[in-house]
């Protein structure tokens, strides 16, 4: 795929533009003329054309200076800084500010109006942006640049203009509100956090067409929308689906006709059985899995202080190994927070605590103050929290940074009690084989002192002009980072990246540079940072779980950082609700759809369920299975539901045109894995070695599964982001689907692809027959025998391309068959 987005000429000659799967293949409407042979002009630039359109828009928007001002200065830091907490999005904006329109804004909230055109001593904004009053400091996330705040002061001098027209409430002057926008009480109320318990199967219309509990709820909601189910699918098609779904690979043609052939009645539960135990299920199952911890192997950026995670392939690893092995949901969580603190640990279960050990970082430039490190410290221990609260529990806790959630049952101070887990846990790597306890210590700090050591020195050597007091200290960090680097390159003890307990204060005693504090084995219970500001601390609150599920007040954390005991509560006193998660994860994987839309809030704010009985009743005999995967994707597969056709009939797509209730299974895109994998065993190049470091997508010397791709948060590959890749640096709770022109581009014109198609094309260029040269495409690509017609339209095709093509015929034809849309659509 490194051959980037070349854009040759493309004749589309009467193809069909609609979208979505088809299994007719409009071979000759698409002639290529690739690189290698195309001799035609290229057409305007497709750069040159957007450059065209920002022009045409600067040039309208510079028309009124006063207007540019705003919308270039001011308006992108209101959206940037202040919508999150004042805007009409809120039922009640904090402190009844609103600053998303012109009038809202002038108006005020409870402390008076925001500005005063013309007068910036008297604008209360003003004082807040430059953290005048003590007690009104915004953002509370720390201070603005001094020309962030510059442009304000010039901007109300100016009289404030401001295009935005939309009409402020007839009052913003409320009271805020001093508690969650739920109270814990209520809170304990809310659906997601009952108990489990399975539910009794509904009385449905047709009693014999389920083959599990499950259907027994979906026929219940469609007998009362009054929807009719569809016909099972046929089974080369159940056969795709299951093989897609379960190791994100196709079956061969040889598979696919003998699976058509077995008319033995347990012929799909022992195809089902038999893709549980193949190594590629964990493959496949494992990168679901990295979506939700943001796993990569990298930062956001990758200065001196904050370098990558050379060994972050061994949590994946670990991941695809774990699911493989069908360890229950349980461990499975305990282990990736605690491994090392759990009975019977094994030096190479290290690996686990890569979920917060490869956590993404900001950069902390020694050089700037004590507030700003912290703010920067505290940002990162707010993505942990947001991370493992969306994740794992469906819970927006990281809302109450600033104050109580506006809409669940979480405090503030629930927010800083969970902060103080993260703020006492210090990122490191760690051997992997057996040490003794002293050894392997040593080996940690040493491997982290030269992390800190060798990116401080290159920042502080350029302060030896500045003050000379430094230099003495500058050349002492450079012998000491000599001295590591080469006790360390001759260590050949194997590491992870993992956690450490070790409690994180920030030292602005030194008036030039701020130090990290840091006190292995010493937790830290962290302050409410008043409104976010960690310049303004309020009470300690000590290390906890979350009010709502305890009974009374919540035990604070006594083992070390807290680590395992947070993961105790989350698969224990919130047990129900990690199920729930999970399992409507695992649907949404399935189906395409999840029962609870929002798969990341469970909230208030969340979508509730389609099927709410579904989701009890399959969460709680997923508990009383064990917390086992492998049980889970059986129920979900073997039921009539999931086996159900995907033809759409008029008269239900009318009715359910989103398939809200189940009605057919509705038809998938593969993902980038799944598509790229599928690409490469249609070719013939893909390497089914399991595990190892990673390589780039593009590597043809290494053509290995996708989920074996370098996958990095601050230079994230082009191909990933063309093909909805999530932002590795937080939580995903679900991928996009989108389709654009630069992704067709790209199927047409990339040299990864033409290579792909001569790599197929290569693989038949042996049979003489040309009819049966098509054939054996069909069957290597798509996994079946083409239709008669289909042959003729192939034939037809590269009798035309033959005379002015020659051999590059046969690969253009290839070439069309791994761009169809039957070759990236499953049903």
Not at 503 to 532: A, K, N, Q, Y
Not at 591 to 596: C, E, P, S, V
Request: proline share 8%.
């Amino acid at each position: 795929m490194g051959g980037g987005l070349e854009q040759p000429g493309l004749v589309r000659r009467g193809a069909s533009s609609r979208r979505g799967p088809s299994s007719q293949l409009a071979v000759p409407a698409l002639v290529f003329l690739s690189p290698r042979h195309s001799k035609q002009r290229r057409q305007t630039p497709l750069p040159q054309l957007l450059l065209a359109a920002i022009l045409t828009a600067a040039a309208a928007t510079a028309q009124n200076p006063e207007i540019e001002f705003f919308e270039k200065k001011i308006r992108p830091v209101l959206v940037e800084n202040c919508y999150g907490c004042h805007s009409a999005k809120l039922a009640e904006p904090m402190g009844g500010l609103r600053v998303d329109s012109r009038d809202a804004l002038r108006q005020g909230g409870a402390t008076g109006p925001a500005l005063i055109p013309g007068e910036p001593d008297q604008s209360v904004i003003l004082k807040a942006l430059g953290y005048l009053d003590p007690n009104l400091k915004m953002p509370p996330t720390g201070k603005l640049p001094g020309h962030v705040i510059a442009d304000f002061e010039k901007w109300v001098a100016q009289g404030a203009h401001d295009p935005r027209t939309t009409e402020a409430p007839k009052s913003n002057a409320v009271k805020p509100k001093t508690g969650p926008g739920t109270s814990i009480e209520d809170g304990r109320k809310w659906w997601a956090f009952q108990p489990l318990r399975e539910r009794v199967a509904p009385n449905v219309s047709q009693p014999n067409w389920g083959r599990t509990k499950i259907d027994s709820f979906v026929l219940a909601g469609l007998d009362k929308n009054e929807l009719q189910h569809s016909p099972p699918a046929a089974r080369r098609t159940l056969i795709r689906r299951a093989y897609f779904d379960l190791i994100g690979l196709a079956p061969t043609y040889e598979e696919v006709e003998k699976f058509a052939a077995d008319a033995s009645p347990n012929a799909y539960r022992d195809l089902v059985g038999r893709l549980l135990k193949s190594p590629r299920y964990g493959e496949r199952w494992g990168r679901y899995w990295l979506d939700v911890a943001r796993w990569a192997e990298d930062h956001p950026t990758s200065e001196a202080t904050n370098p990558p995670h050379p060994y972050a392939w061994r949590y994946r690893d670990w991941v695809i190994e774990a699911l493989n092995d069908d360890i229950p949901y349980t461990r499975f969580i305990r282990m990736q927070f605690a491994a090392d603190l759990m009975p019977d640990f094994k030096p190479d279960e290290m690996r686990a605590l890569g979920y917060i050990g490869n956590s993404p970082m900001n950069h902390k430039d020694r050089r700037l103050s004590k507030e700003v490190i912290e703010t920067l410290a505290s940002d990162d221990w707010d993505e942990r929290v947001d991370a493992v609260t969306r994740g794992l529990l469906g819970m927006t806790v990281a809302c109450a940074r600033c104050h109580d959630h506006k809409f669940d049952p979480i405090t503030n101070k629930d927010y800083y009690a969970l902060a103080g887990v993260f703020s006492s846990l210090w990122l490191v790597k760690r051997p992997i084989v057996e040490m003794d306890p002293a050894q392997a210590e040593k080996l940690v700090w040493d491997h982290e002192k030269l992390i800190r050591i060798d990116g401080e020195y290159k920042n502080l050597k350029e302060l030896d002009t500045i003050r000379e007091g430094l230099i003495p200290r500058v050349n002492q960090m450079k012998e000491e980072v000599e001295r590591l680097t080469k006790q360390l390159a001759a260590d050949e003890t194997p590491m992870t990246h993992a956690v450490v307990d070790c409690g994180v204060w920030i030292d602005g005693s030194d008036p030039t540079v701020t130090w990290f504090d840091l006190r292995p084995g010493e937790p830290r219970d962290l302050p409410v940072f008043i409104r976010g500001n960690v310049a303004n601390p309020g009470e300690i609150v000590p290390r906890r779980f979350l009010t709502v599920f305890a009974q009374g007040e919540p035990e604070p954390f006594r083992k070390g950082a807290g680590r395992l005991e947070l993961a105790d509560k989350i698969v224990g006193e919130a047990g129900s609700l990690a199920a729930r998660v999970w399992v409507n994860r695992v649907w949404g994987w399935h189906f395409g759809q999840h029962l609870a839309p929002t798969p990341s809030d469970f909230g208030k704010q969340g979508q509730p369920p389609t099927h709410p009985e579904l989701l009890e009743d399959l969460a709680a005999r997923f508990v009383a299975n064990g917390w086992s995967l492998k049980w889970l994707h059986r129920e979900i597969m073997l039921s009539s539901t999931y086996r159900q056709a995907s033809r759409q009939t008029e008269a239900s797509a009318q009715a359910d045109p989103t398939n809200r209730w189940l009605w057919r299974m509705t038809p998938r895109r593969l993902d980038l894995e799944a598509w790229r994998d599928r690409i490469l065993q249609a070719s013939g190049e893909l390497d089914l070695e399991a595990g190892g470091p990673s390589v780039q997508i593009d590597d043809r010397n290494a053509p290995r599964r996708t989920v074996y791709t370098k996958i990095s948060r601050g230079r994230p590959h082009a191909v990933l982001q063309l093909y909805d890749f999530p932002d590795a640096s937080q939580h995903s709770p679900q991928r996009d689907v989108t389709t654009t022109p630069l992704q067709q581009l790209f199927v047409l014109n990339s040299e990864w692809m033409q290579h792909q198609a001569a790599r197929l094309a290569l693989r038949v260029s042996d049979i003489d027959d040309p009819a049966s040269r098509v054939r054996a495409l069909y069957r290597l690509a798509l996994s079946r025998d083409p239709t008669a017609g289909e042959v003729d339209l192939g034939l037809s095709f590269l009798d035309r391309r033959k005379a002015s093509e020659g051999r590059y015929a046969w690969e253009d034809y290839a070439h069309a068959l791994l761009g169809a849309n039957e070759f990236i659509f499953f049903n």
